[in-house]
């Protein structure tokens, strides 16, 4: 038994910044699908490792694991609009959105400041998200644009020290 409810948790783990990326892939139809997520780690560098905790009720990331690959693209500062767009349940997401195929041929969206293309490692439960590991297999730094973070429930440039 915990005393406090799931409010309060998020509340409080709300004042640590987290990052902001779209992992993107095709469903089983050939579709291209993006799901936001903000809790993107490194978790190996040897082998390669990285992971995020997609949602368990997501459609999205449960088209796009069938795939067994996936590309993360690391937002700009000024992409916000795509997180939020990325973020709900939709039909047609990529409508109207600029992207190319990644090195591995699922989506990289434009002025993305960072892109991994990932075979699907691992996809285990735990408790209402999945931990989702990918084994990299490219990747490219875009540019030295600013990222973007949740904080307190917002998206806020990350704006390094000077």
């Keep these: 038994m915990v005393g406090f409810d799931s409010q309060l948790f998020r509340q409080v783990l709300g004042q640590v910044p987290t990052s902001v990326v779209v992992v993107t892939g095709?469903?089983?139809?050939?579709?291209?699908?993006?799901?936001?997520?903000?809790?993107?780690?490194s978790v190996s560098l040897d082998p390669p490792l990285v992971g995020f905790l997609p949602?368990?009720?997501?459609?999205?990331?449960?088209?796009?694991?069938?795939?067994?690959?996936f590309t993360v693209n690391v937002l700009a500062a000024?992409?916000?609009?795509?997180?939020?767009?990325?973020?709900?349940?939709?039909?047609?997401?990529?409508?109207?959105?600029?992207?190319?195929?990644?090195?591995?041929?699922?989506?990289?969206?434009?002025?993305?400041?960072?892109?991994?293309?990932?075979?699907l490692e691992s996809n285990d439960v735990h408790g209402d998200h999945h931990f989702a590991v990918g084994h990299v297999t490219y990747l490219d730094s875009a540019g030295d644009e600013n990222a973007l973070a949740f904080y307190r429930g917002k998206v806020v440039p990350v704006t390094p020290a000077g």
């Design 55 to 69: 949602g368990v009720s997501s459609r999205t990331w449960s088209g796009i694991a069938a795939a067994k690959k």
């Design 78 to 119: 000024n992409q916000d609009e795509l997180c939020w767009r990325f973020a709900k349940e939709s039909d047609d997401r990529f409508a109207g959105v600029d992207w190319s195929p990644s090195r591995n041929g699922c989506p990289r969206l434009a002025g993305s400041i960072v892109v991994i293309d990932c075979d």
């Design 26 to 41: 095709f469903d089983p139809d050939g579709a291209p699908q993006g799901v936001t997520i903000g809790s993107f780690v």
